[in-house]
Structure formats: structure tokens, C-alpha cells
């Protein structure tokens, strides 16, 4: 499926490009079409970036985890293993996160 960007950085997928674009309202005629290496790299980007986008659900849903942990504070072994267990998934969610703008600058977003 070909693809196409808009001025203002959207991308639309089809044979054909759209009248209008959906983010910026521009006409049809003010995008380009990607060739093969680009549309190839946009859709690695985008299967890229929702997995980053899975490893920072999975690590909000490790916090939560945690925060439920400390709140029980069993014991001090227990709470040791939240509180280290709430700090590396803190530095995962932030490592996607940043990987994630990194991308954006880049223009590997799509």
C-alpha cells in the first residue's frame, strides 16, 4: 500500500492520496508520495513504537503493582522487592519513552 505525507508531517495510507488531510485540513495536492525505503522504514517505526508503547502499559501496570505492595508492606523483605521493582520499572517506562522521542525527532513516527 503506497503512502503519503502531508505538509504537516501526516501520514495517509491508501492507492490513492486523500482529499483532505485529517489533521491540518490541507488539500490532497500538497502531499508526497513516500517511495518504497520510506513506507518500508514508517511501517518499522510504527510496529517499533507500539511496542515501545506496550513495555510502558506493562510498566504503569508493574507500578500500580507496586504501589499496592508497599501500601500492604507485609514485611520488610516485601517491601524491599516493591520499592526495587518500582524503581526499574520507572527506568524501563522512561528508556521506551525516550526512545520513543527519539524517533519523533527523527521523523520515524508515521
Not at 28 to 44: H, K, M, P, W, Y
Not at 100 to 108: E, L, S
Amino acid at each position: 500500500m503506497k503512502k503519503w505525507k502531508c505538509v504537516c508531517g501526516y501520514i495517509h495510507d491508501g492507492d490513492e492520496v486523500c482529499g483532505i488531510c485529517p489533521k491540518c485540513g490541507a488539500a490532497g495536492s500538497v502531499f508526497t508520495e513516500l517511495d518504497e525505503a520510506e513506507a518500508n522504514l514508517i511501517e518499522r517505526s510504527r510496529n517499533t513504537n507500539a511496542l515501545h508503547a506496550q513495555l510502558i502499559d506493562l510498566a504503569r501496570q508493574i507500578e500500580r503493582v507496586c504501589e499496592a505492595g508497599l501500601r500492604d508492606a507485609l514485611d520488610p523483605g516485601c517491601v524491599d522487592v516493591f520499592e526495587k521493582s518500582l524503581r526499574a520499572s520507572y527506568t524501563q517506562m522512561k528508556l521506551s519513552m525516550t526512545e520513543m522521542q527519539g524517533h519523533m525527532g527523527k521523523g520515524k513516527w508515521g
